[in-house]
């Protein structure tokens, strides 16, 4: 980076020296920072070229561009992707001499393939103002997704980095940071911003690395590729999401030309997901199809809730889009468009006025899906304690994921078939070969079933206990779970569906304790077992000899034997202090209550694990442990490799590392890795 006082000195020289050579013109139609001017002027000139500035009010008007671009016959022109789209859109028809340069933004792969046939050459431009100005190009010459942000320009180093400031490996994603001669020296009269964004790097003594809050991960191929801001990373309902993810999604659609989407809180406590779309005929209104897409190739919770169509996003005097300048989505934006259907009896309106009160919208038809209309898990809780308060009607947590609509859901209540529907759920009933049976718990093994692939039946496993256990929880009930009595109605669960087996099983932290149990009966029965996959479940032992370790010494103290066994027999006693001190019961929010519920039923499973009469399993069978890689169970020293069930099992079982975190393995980007190992372990068995 040359001192922005020579560049000054050169320009002043270069204003009093007549007959620059004009070998090449350069059309700048960027908004001109400093450092811009320094790329955008001081590089073409040196080189002989000549230098077109467009006027503000020439670049909002695609029209008036082509006829600058036509005039000054440039042959390298760089604009955000905004400007390059409005000259599509106007009917430009390209040169065969423009090197286009676009940067400023994410270049979408449907502009890069409007792009590709109107110019000579195509380049992705990415950097920001910090790193003066471009870091990273990559030339397109195809248009088979979004093209990557390719490779670093010459003095300039990347990384990509966790929070620990160590490099991920490729394929994984992190943030962005940038080194290298064209770091700026920092923000004028702001030290603590320039304490936060420009760090010392762990690479090179004495040299700076610029945190870029982009994320963004090497792909197989060597390029880099922008995954979006970390700003625009959304905690929803206790998941991480990434925005920019969504926007892929949707925008694979071939009547989408633009879509960007937002986390709103419109409603105080109430965060929804909103996709903003342009379709590319005026009259389409894709979104039927858009929700039905992305709820193929995401999890429910990435799906957004409401999806609103505009003639065009808001821009920034920069041109690029301006999400604050986005529109409330406006009432009939809150229910899919689909013929509204009115309840007709009065189980319908009851179901119905108690849907509009949870979801917060102001009509619902007997055929729109709840999950459609914004709800999610936790909203299925607070719909439970809502019909229960409002009407007594009994609500089987597992028959609204099985019946999403008002009119099914009330017809499974009056045919008393809701119960026995959510014993076994198939979450991917078509395929070829034995089903994988996954216990306590239907949703959150979604991902997991389809990256095992559409030949692997699968079925999540909710039996009535779990819904005696949710009902009290909700009520701030005494729990009481026996994990032999639990299994055994798992058991007889998986039979209605596979009498006779061999069976496969599979349990995510507690369910993985659950299945190990039901694999037990089912081998005294003489049933052929041939896998259990324990997804990060750690065994009782593990549980007392690490984790409450490792909590008591995180607190200062060092504890060992029956200290470890006490604070698990007093988890199970919180619930009684909860109730006594009134935290837990009379009119209160039902959000507040629904997580209160979950954090007592995570309470019980740990005081059941701690009574469990756990034994020596004999397996004459597979049993293979998937350890999360982001332990969060202690640290790592203290931890055995299997987590404590060599002490359980007459062999020890496979210990199979996968990427990600206790819940994380089953869910994007990770869960296709699990999904691969277990497949693997699938076809050994």
């Known amino acids: 980076a040359i001192p922005h006082s020579a560049i000054v000195n050169f320009l002043l020289s270069m204003k009093r020296e007549p007959g620059l050579v004009e070998s090449d013109t350069l059309l700048a139609v960027t908004t001109l920072s400093f450092d811009i001017a320094a790329l955008e002027l001081y590089l073409p000139l040196v080189t002989g070229a000549k230098v077109v500035i467009a006027r503000r009010e020439d670049v909002l008007d695609p029209h008036f561009l082509m006829r600058l671009m036509k005039e000054s016959a440039c042959t390298v022109m760089q604009a955000t992707p905004s400007t390059w789209r409005s000259l599509v859109d106007a009917g430009w028809a390209g040169s065969t001499r423009l090197k286009v340069l676009c940067g400023g933004e994410a270049m979408p792969a449907d502009l890069s393939r409007a792009l590709l046939p109107r110019c000579a050459e195509l380049w992705n431009m990415y950097g920001p103002t910090e790193t003066t100005v471009w870091s990273t190009v990559h030339r397109v010459t195809g248009a088979d997704g979004q093209p990557p942000i390719g490779h670093p320009i010459a003095n300039t180093q990347v990384y990509v980095l966790d929070a620990k400031l160590d490099l991920v490996p490729p394929g994984a994603a992190g943030e962005l940071y940038i080194g290298g001669d064209g770091l700026a020296r920092g923000y004028l009269h702001r030290p603590e911003l320039t304490q936060e964004r420009f760090v010392p790097s762990p690479f090179k003594p004495d040299a700076r690395l610029y945190r870029t809050g982009d994320l963004a991960r090497w792909r197989a191929d060597g390029a880099l590729e ?20 969504i926007e892929a999604s949707i925008a694979r659609h071939p009547g989408v030309r633009q879509v960007v989407v937002v986390a709103r809180e419109d409603v105080p406590g109430d965060k929804r997901l909103v996709a903003y779309v342009v379709a590319r005929e005026a009259s389409a209104d894709p979104t039927a199809e858009l929700r039905e897409l992305v709820r193929k190739a995401l999890p429910d919770y990435m799906v957004p809730a409401h999806f609103v169509t505009l003639g065009a996003l808001p821009l920034t005097p920069n041109g690029k889009i301006d999400r604050r300048a986005l529109p409330r989505p406006a009432a009939d934006a809150l229910s899919p468009s689909r013929a509204y259907v009115p309840p007709s009896t009065e189980l319908e309106t009851s179901l119905a006025a108690a849907w509009q009160r949870v979801l917060g919208v102001p009509r619902v038809g007997i055929q729109d899906s709840f999950f459609d209309l914004g709800g999610d898990s936790l909203k299925v809780l607070k719909l439970i304690v809502q019909m229960e308060r409002t009407s007594g009607i009994e609500i089987d947590l597992g028959a609204v994921f099985r019946f999403p609509t008002i009119a099914a859901l009330a017809k499974s209540i009056e045919s008393r078939a809701a119960k026995e529907a959510a014993m076994a759920v198939p979450l991917q009933a078509d395929g070829e070969g034995r089903p994988v049976f996954c216990l306590c718990g239907i949703n959150m093994y979604q991902e997991l079933a389809t990256s095992l692939g559409p030949r692997q039946p699968v079925y999540g496993v909710y039996v009535p206990e779990e819904q005696v256990l949710a009902r009290g929880a909700l009520e701030g009930a005494k729990l009481d779970i026996d994990i032999a009595r639990l299994a055994r109605s798992y058991y007889q669960a998986i039979q209605r ?12 932290s507690f369910g993985g304790i659950v299945a190990l149990e039901v694999a037990s009966m089912m081998r005294q029965d003489g049933a052929e077992v041939e896998l259990v996959a324990l997804l990060d479940t750690l065994s009782p032992r593990g549980i007392r000899r690490n984790w409450v370790k490792w909590f008591y010494r995180r607190a200062g103290q060092v504890v060992s034997g029956e200290a470890g066994h006490k604070l698990l027999r007093r988890v199970s006693k919180l619930h009684d202090r909860l109730v006594a001190r009134g935290w837990l019961r009379g009119e209160r929010d039902p959000e507040k209550i629904a997580e209160e519920a979950y954090a007592l039923k995570q309470q019980a499973y740990f005081a059941a694990i701690a009574a469990w009469q756990s034994r020596k399993f004999v397996t ?25 069930w060599h002490h359980y099992l007459n062999r020890s079982p496979t210990v199979v590392d996968v990427p990600g975190t206790h819940l994380g393995i089953l869910k994007n980007p990770h869960v296709a890795e699990l999904g691969q190992r277990v497949r693997e372990h699938l076809r050994a068995s």
Request: hydrophobic share 30%; net charge negative; charged share 35%.
């Open 497 to 508: 569906v596979s009498p006779k087996g061999p069976y496969r099983l599979a349990g995510s």
């Open 620 to 644: 004459d069978y597979d049993v293979v442990l998937f350890r999360a890689k982001e332990q969060a169970w202690g640290p790592q020293d203290e931890l055995d490799d299997d987590y404590g």
């Open 226 to 245: 922008c995954l979006g801001r970390t700003d625009h990373q959304v905690k929803l309902r206790g998941y991480r999401i990434e925005l920019g993810e």
